[in-house]
């Protein structure tokens, strides 16, 4: 029998989905089912000639497609139907036009096999399955389906999300089709940017991995762009329905600024009679009642983000929030974030990786502020943020320097004679006595 492609495992860590692809076993092929918690088990069927070969470097999968219930025209029946493609494919041969059409044609049927009695639903388990659709020349598609009830009021008909590849691995395709639903409770425009970066990542030869970068609300990635709007002192206005929302919200964004203090214009629930705050030249972060988002939307604003606490999405923003911050530091702050497996944990341990960060960036300050007789200091700025190696932490740390949060820190640090004795200076110091312990490592290799 020959031998088939590599297990592939699926691993969701800080925002990315890593996909990691084993040496190939010997594996029999078979359409298979698996119901929401239990292992997906291969049906005897032995006489079925194997899945191709597949090596690193071709496409993960041909479409992603959405199979949707239809009335029909006469009677009360139900068809499916193709309400999505990805991607819609343009400029064709008429012979691939066909192959797609005839394609394209028999998928409904597969995705609802189970006929068409159907009635809508308040309530649906979700179904993960797959069907196999064979060519004339033998060669094989392989559907993989997640049938889930879509979210909304009221009474609402499955629908079917369904990828169409030619790579044989059941339990890789569940994990990507974890990902595309957890996108649909979102809106379809968070779909594409990911299966857009699926299909543009090589299938990975045996022992290697592809990372995918996971811009999606709980990721942690909105939380950056927030942040990094919030370190360099731009206005944010957060909406939501209710004022502790708000309220709660506002201060967790200004607590991660730590050991910086935000010093602009700081409303968590802006009154309706303030509501021109949110036209001021100036920074601020403020919290608006979702009531008055008509209001907020029609006045004259400039570089704002505004973000939508209800649905976890951004309705403005000024286009770079996620080039702020350096890519290898917004990759850190990710994986820390997803080591946080709890509410609890979430709580306690967030804001470390953005304190951990500040470290990274202006943790060695203290040696750059240069001292008087009478213990007057002077900061060093051109030294300071040329000591770093990093020429992304360095882009970052000289716009970073000209911000009032930093200033204001200064100014303090260059009174005191000291550094002061906090939660950050500690950071700062067994930062650098992991340094210290790298570099003898290294000798000591060497």
């Not at 394609?103 to 995705?111: G, M, N, Q, T």
């Not at 811009?215 to 919030?230: K, V």
């Not at 497996?341 to 202006?362: A, D, L």
Request: charged share 25%; glycine share 6%; proline share 7%.
């Amino acid at each position: 029998m020959p031998r088939r492609p590599g297990k592939m495992e699926g691993q969701v860590v800080g925002g990315m989905l890593r996909l990691f692809r084993k040496r190939p076993p010997r594996l029999r092929a078979g359409s298979v089912q698996d119901n929401p918690g239990e292992a997906a088990k291969e049906p005897e069927r032995a006489q079925e000639p194997c899945l191709p070969t597949f090596v690193g470097g071709q496409h993960f999968f041909e479409y992603l497609l959405v199979v949707s219930l239809k009335k029909k025209r006469s009677g009360d029946d139900y068809e499916p139907t193709i309400t999505y493609q990805f991607p819609k494919r343009e400029n064709l041969l008429r012979g691939q036009q066909e192959e797609e059409e005839r394609l394209l044609s028999a998928i409904p049927l597969f995705c609802f096999p189970d006929g068409n009695e159907w009635a809508a639903l308040t309530e649906y388990s979700r179904e993960t399955f797959s069907f196999v659709l064979t060519n004339v020349d033998g060669s094989r598609k392989i559907g993989y389906c997640r049938r889930l009830l879509p979210s909304g009021p009221g009474p609402r008909l499955p629908k079917v999300y369904c990828i169409i590849s030619c790579i044989g691995c059941f339990g890789l395709f569940s994990k990507i089709l974890d990902e595309v639903e957890k996108r649909h409770q979102i809106s379809m425009a968070v779909i594409y940017p990911f299966m857009q970066g699926l299909r543009e990542a090589a299938f990975p030869a045996p022992g290697k991995t592809v990372t995918l970068k996971s811009f999606i609300p709980d990721s942690g990635t909105e939380i950056l762009q927030i942040f990094a709007s919030a370190v360099l002192e731009r206005r944010i206005i957060f909406l939501a329905e209710g004022l502790s929302t708000l309220s709660q919200c506002i201060h967790a964004a200004a607590a991660l600024l730590y050991p910086f203090s935000w010093a602009h214009t700081y409303i968590p629930v802006v009154p309706e009679s303030l509501l021109a705050t949110v036209c001021c030249p100036t920074p601020f972060m403020v919290g608006v009642q979702m009531r008055f988002l008509q209001e907020v939307m029609e006045s004259p604003m400039e570089e704002v983000l505004l973000v939508n606490l209800c649905e976890g999405t951004f309705l403005m923003s000024v286009g770079d929030e996620k080039d702020i911050l350096p890519p290898k530091l917004q990759d850190d702050i990710l994986d820390s974030l997803g080591q946080l497996k709890t509410s609890e944990q979430t709580n306690e341990n967030v804001s470390g990786p953005f304190v951990q960060f500040f470290v990274k960036t202006v943790g060695h300050y203290a040696s750059y502020i240069k001292r008087e007789a009478n213990g007057q200091g002077h900061f060093q700025e051109r030294a300071f943020y040329k000591a770093l190696t990093s020429k992304a932490n360095r882009r970052f740390v000289k716009k970073f320097v000209k911000t009032q949060l930093f200033s204001l820190f200064i100014q303090e640090a260059e009174k005191s004679k000291n550094p002061p004795a906090g939660y950050f200076q500690q950071k700062i110091l067994e930062y650098e006595e992991q340094k210290k312990q790298k570099k003898s490592r290294e000798k000591a290799v060497k």
